[in-house]
């Protein structure tokens, strides 16, 4: 079993930045990719980045220069970096880890970007 926490959402104003938070605890050693997903209200859940065991990561178009993804091994804890946030990135941003045989979801933290 795997478990994840987000935090660090938060209200921002355009222009503004937020780093979100992961914290996993369980069965780490079987996780081969992390991503970063997010849902705005009346849309699907969107994959905004991943990161896998080997570092490498990947990004929406929408988010690429803005947004970054990176992971602390020691501390078991993945990050987004969001900087120059818009209003059009609002959502409850998921955290989520992937094994062999199965996929884990955290809780969710809302990020509202609005003057």
């Known amino acids: 079993q795997l478990q994840l926490v987000e935090s660090g959402g938060g209200l921002v104003q355009p222009g503004g930045s937020l780093r979100l938070s992961c914290a996993a605890s369980?069965?780490?050693?079987?996780?081969?990719?992390m991503d970063w997903y997010r849902q705005a209200p009346g849309k699907q859940r969107e994959l905004v980045a991943g990161?896998?065991?080997?570092?490498?990561?990947n990004y929406a178009d929408s988010v690429k220069g803005r947004f970054t993804i990176s992971r602390d091994n020691a501390k078991n804890t993945m990050y987004l970096q969001m900087n120059s946030l818009k209003p059009e990135d609002t959502a409850v941003y998921y955290c989520?880890?992937?094994?062999?045989?199965?996929?884990?979801w955290g809780q969710g933290t809302q990020v509202t970007v609005s003057s």
């Open positions: 989520n880890a992937v094994t062999p045989t199965e996929r884990y």
């Open positions: 369980g069965s780490i050693f079987s996780i081969y990719v």
């Open positions: 990161i896998t065991s080997g570092d490498s990561t």
